[in-house]
């Protein structure tokens, strides 16, 4: 099978499962939304959330960029068994950092909580507090989830872990319906922590039968621990200071009027559902593939990679983003509109969502070109990208924090992802040579043309329908409508235009679908 057949082969099945787990996410999220709306129990949920999901984005997420690479090395020299001690002990290492981390952050739950929400006081301050120290462990059960997804990546097992989230999300929901019934918040907060147990568990048989097998024995002085240790911490630095956009949209936004944090959450639920399903899949399916063209030296192949993933990411993201912003509000209210989640909440997270869809294509281009960089072990880029990006976001909301208010912090994180997404195909394009030579800004330029008309046809079939039908069934009708309209006339106006890709796009799906595309 080729290099593209597999990636595209590997992308649908992670696609397919991602796109169940997003599905379910919604269906979470709308449940949650429910319970608690965008009162100050929501803005205390999502609060509680933020720090071990920093944390554990800066850790986990510095390891997923640099496990990849360095067990795909080992393998393609016939070393897979030193490969798998080599992950034994990392395993263990990480494993006992977040449980010293989750117990520090557990007895010091009032300083975290007075760091990152300094605008919080009184009944949601102490909520926030409590909540954190039900949460915080979540991050051990994260790590061992994330570590057993990346494994089996890398030995080309896809759909598994991309099914885990499911498991993670269907959790939550039935945790929301059941505990969260009885104890309120709560105990939709003890559910979130079982429900990463769940997706961590729910990996493991793949993983055993892979080869790996469960050993306390470390071996410190490993060199490849050693070079993962070099590699991941430019990677750590880099997405700290990615984490640090969060931080400076929600440390400011706790200074707003209640709702302002819970809005920004469920807009950015949303934004990941549109982005998640077809990012996460090209991400994942491509990195192992660049990263084994980059440790051959194949620089030519890898430019042709990375360039065909770049212009999926593009054709898919921006109609995607366009599409969230012609129809934020009617969005919003099929999928949050009910129980506590009331008009003004509706409001809110439309004009979240509205701004957030700004920079989709920034945020999403951005994931896959910072594994060209990981790909060639180059961390010490993106890092210095990462802080120009970081400068941005705070300018920009403290710029715009007062006349937009809460929708002003998406706007920045928009306009800084997109500046982000900039300079690192600026600077890769430096590394790699010949990477956007094949018509990359036509290619752009014709899907932003077929975007903007697709715009129009949902705007005037989403305007023409509204109220007609009333209730959740009549927007249901509506908002699908609008979108097929939409569609249609984006897929017809890309090929109008003759863009080629969307013809090879076509060919490798008919291709990969087809029963005789197997080996």
């Known amino acids: 099978m080729t290099t593209g057949k597999f990636i595209f082969k590997a992308t649908l099945v992670i696609a397919f499962f991602s796109l169940m787990s997003k599905v379910l996410g919604l269906a979470r999220e709308s449940v949650i939304g429910g319970l608690i709306g965008t009162s100050y129990l929501a803005d205390a949920y999502q609060m509680s959330l933020k720090a071990p999901n920093m944390l554990f984005a800066i850790i986990s997420g510095a390891l997923v960029t640099v496990i990849v690479p360095v067990y795909t090395e080992y393998a393609s020299r016939g070393e897979k068994s030193e490969a798998w001690k080599l992950f034994k002990t990392v395993l263990v290492v990480v494993t006992l950092f977040f449980l010293i981390a989750s117990i520090i952050g557990v007895i010091g739950a009032p300083l975290l909580i007075k760091l990152i929400a300094p605008g919080y006081s ?18 051990i059960f994260a790590a061992l989830a994330s570590l057993f997804t990346q494994l089996l990546n ?52 793949a993983l055993y039968k892979a080869g790996f097998r469960v050993s306390l024995k470390v071996d410190l002085r490993h060199p490849g621990l050693k070079k993962i240790y070099y590699l991941a911490l430019p990677s750590v630095l880099s997405i700290s200071v990615i984490q640090a956009n969060v931080l400076v949209t929600f440390v400011l936004a706790s200074w707003l009027p209640v709702g302002s944090v819970s809005s920004l959450g469920y807009a950015d639920r949303l934004i990941q559902f549109s982005v998640g399903l077809l990012v996460t899949a090209m991400v994942t399916a491509v990195f192992p593939t660049i990263s084994l063209l980059a440790a051959e030296g194949k620089k030519e192949a890898l430019a042709a990679t990375l360039l065909g993933s ?83 976001n705070l300018g920009l ?48 330029l014709s899907v932003l043309a077929a975007a903007g008309l697709m715009a129009a046809a949902s705007y005037t079939v989403n305007g023409a329908l509204a109220g007609l039908i009333p209730g959740k069934t009549g ?41 005789k595309s197997g080996n």
């Open 122 to 139: 009184g009944e949601t301050r102490a909520l926030t507090v409590e909540l954190s120290r039900i949460i915080l462990p979540w991050m």
């Open 397 to 444: 909301s403290l710029l715009l924090i007062g006349p937009l208010r809460h929708a002003g912090l998406a706007l920045a994180a928009s306009l800084a992802n997109l500046a982000y997404m900039a300079l690192l195909m600026w600077y890769l394009g430096k590394k790699i040579p010949g990477l956007y030579q094949d018509g990359l800004l036509k290619f752009t």
């Open 154 to 205: 890398a030995n080309n097992i896809f759909g598994l872990p991309a099914f885990s989230s499911s498991v993670n999300n269907i959790f939550i929901i039935i945790a929301a319906l059941t505990l969260g019934k009885i104890y309120g918040v709560y105990g939709l907060a003890l559910g979130v922590m079982l429900a990463m147990a769940a997706m961590a568990l729910v990996q493991f048989p």
């Open 310 to 392: 770049l212009k999926v990411v593009i054709i898919g993201i921006i109609p995607a983003s366009v599409g969230l912003m012609t129809l934020c509000h009617p969005i919003v209210n099929l999928i949050y509109a009910w129980g506590a989640f009331n008009q003004q909440s509706v409001e809110m997270t439309s004009a979240a969502l509205l701004y957030y869809a700004v920079g989709t294509v920034g945020f999403a281009a951005g994931s896959l070109l910072v594994r060209g960089f990981y790909s060639l072990q180059d961390t010490r880029t993106p890092l210095k990208i990462s802080i120009v990006q970081v400068l941005i």
């Open 475 to 515: 927007l249901m009708i509506q908002l699908a409508l609008a979108v097929i309209a939409g569609v249609t006339v984006f897929v017809a106006a890309i090929f109008a235009l003759r863009v080629k890709e969307a013809h090879t796009l076509w060919q490798s799906a008919r291709s990969a679908l087809s029963p």
